[in-house]
Every structure is written in structure tokens, then in C-alpha cells.
């Protein structure tokens, strides 16, 4: 699969990616308050790609379980700056991580060029129709409920086919605003109104969500179902952890990753490159 647009070529047959996170937020789960300031978040950024980031994500508001939303302007007030100030200086694209649609505008005015939204287009009616304005790849999530509800006991009574319904929706969505079906990517959403149960389902099923013939996008980096395996380690002791759920993620299908610790997931994104593809 190669996912072309704008001055950027994806091919995802060839390696995974490694989309690395800069949250430019004071409460994220992970890293909440230590790139809130735009210095701190454009160097982090720099860091990122010469660590191995084949795309940067920027994300303004923290969507953690239980997270409070913040308006569009502050919003737009934490990331677009960062987004301009790195996008022409680094040569890998730059990915938001929103589900406003004015967010998304005024990041892609200001160099962004992928939109990565946790809603799968359904938080704001206006996000598809921004998508296909600019033609740019969009990352499609599930979610059940929203982040400050998702975690409020979330039932399924069939969870891989429930979740491959609701992406098949967002396709269906995306193309009837006129996005090309090449432009879309799928993200089950670990952690998004799943519980522990849910969360070990879908990496072991990971496989089916290849049969929406889309690019996979998957986000494991230092989440609360690895902590609760290693016996209740906090986000910062958790990256053996991750680094084993992203080998499986990619054994099962995954081509995107979405990871804080880019350098070292880089290198675990090899070997299991290798071993999967039976070659270097």
C-alpha cells in the first residue's frame, strides 16, 4: 500500500511507519505539560524525526479518558504555531490530531498535511468536506462514546465486527465528501471506550481489520492495559511493554505505529519488519 498526496509518499509495503507524538498539552496521560511551551514542541519535534519519526503528530488537546475538552481557539493557539514552524523544516509529513474541522484548517494552512481524527469524521459534520478541500490522508478511529465518557463500562456484543462496522461507516463518510479511498487509514482505537479484555481482542484479531483493504494505523505507545499487565507500572516504566505490543501489532498487520519513544520503537519496527517480511 502507498498512500501518495501532496509532496509525501507513504509506502507501507516497503517498512511500518513510526508516527511520533508531540502533545502541546498540559493533561495528556503520557507527556501532558512537557511540550506545552512551542519551543519545547518544535525541538521535540526535530528530535523525533532524527530518531526515525516517519511522521510527526501534533495534537492540542489531550483526549485520555476523562479528559475535559478545550475550545477551538486554544486548541488551534497550541498546535498551528508549532505546525509552521517545523513543517517546511523537516521532511516528513505532519499529522493533526483533532476532530474540529477549524482545527484541522488552520493546521493544514499551516503546513500540516494529514488529519488524524479519533472520531472517524462523526465529532463534526464539516471535518470530511475539510479533508477532501485539501486532499490529505485522514487516519479514521473508533471510538465508543467520548474521551470523557468512553471508559464508563463500554459494552460490545461483537467487538471486532461492532468496530469494523463503525470504520466502514467513516470510509463510506470520507468518500461521499470526496476523499479518495488511497487517502484513507484505519485506527481501531486501543483504549478508546475499550476495556483491558477489549484492548488484548483486538491485537490478537488484528488481522481482520485487514480485510477493509485500508492502510492500519495503531496506537499502543505506553497505554494504561500495558501497565495493568506489568502489575500497575506508571506510563513512564512502561516501554518494554510497549515495545512488545507494537512487535505483535506489527506481526498482525499494523503499518502504522503511533509511539512516544520514537528511537527506540524504530529499531523494534525493524526487527519485526524483518522477521515478518523474511528479509532486511
Not at 501534533?58 to 514552524?85: D, K, L, Y
Not at 490529505?136 to 478511529?141: C, E, G, K, Q, T
Request: aromatic share 4%; proline share 5%.
Amino acid at each position: 500500500m502507498i498512500v501518495n498526496f501532496k509532496n509525501f509518499s507513504l509506502d507501507l509495503d516497503k517498512k511500518t511507519h513510526i508516527m511520533g507524538v508531540v502533545n502541546t498539552t498540559p493533561d495528556s496521560f503520557s507527556d501532558g505539560g512537557l511540550f506545552l511551551d512551542k519551543s519545547k514542541a518544535v525541538e521535540q519535534a526535530f528530535r523525533l524525526v532524527e530518531e526515525g519519526a516517519d511522521i510527526i503528530d501534533i495534537g492540542g488537546e489531550s483526549t485520555r479518558p476523562g479528559s475535559e475538552p478545550v475550545s477551538v481557539e486554544e486548541e488551534i493557539r497550541r498546535t498551528a504555531p508549532v505546525i509552521e514552524e517545523i513543517a517546511a523544516k523537516i521532511k516528513v509529513p505532519v499529522s493533526i490530531d483533532t476532530f474540529k474541522s477549524e482545527t484541522a484548517r488552520a493546521a493544514l494552512e499551516a503546513g500540516a498535511s494529514i488529519i488524524n481524527d479519533i472520531s472517524g469524521l462523526r465529532f463534526d459534520s464539516e471535518m470530511a468536506g475539510v479533508a477532501a478541500k485539501y486532499g490529505v490522508p485522514v487516519i479514521l478511529m473508533h471510538i465508543k462514546g467520548r474521551p470523557k465518557d468512553m471508559q464508563d463500562n463500554p459494552v460490545y456484543e461483537a467487538l471486532i465486527p461492532e468496530i469494523m462496522d463503525y470504520l466502514r461507516e467513516s470510509i463510506d463518510i470520507a468518500v461521499k465528501a470526496g476523499v479518495p479511498e488511497g487517502l484513507l487509514i484505519i485506527d481501531p482505537g486501543i483504549g478508546f471506550g475499550k476495556t483491558f479484555d477489549h484492548n488484548l481482542q483486538i491485537l490478537k484479531n488484528l488481522k481482520e481489520f485487514t480485510l477493509l483493504n485500508k492502510p492500519l494505523a495503531v496506537g499502543v505507545s505506553r497505554k494504561a492495559f500495558i501497565g495493568k499487565i506489568l502489575g500497575g507500572l506508571p506510563a513512564s516504566e512502561r516501554l518494554e511493554g510497549t515495545a512488545s505490543a507494537v512487535a505483535i501489532a506489527i506481526m498482525n498487520g499494523a503499518n502504522i505505529v503511533r509511539v512516544h519513544d520514537v528511537k527506540e520503537m524504530s529499531r523494534v519496527a525493524k526487527v519485526a519488519d524483518a522477521i515478518k517480511r523474511g528479509s532486511v
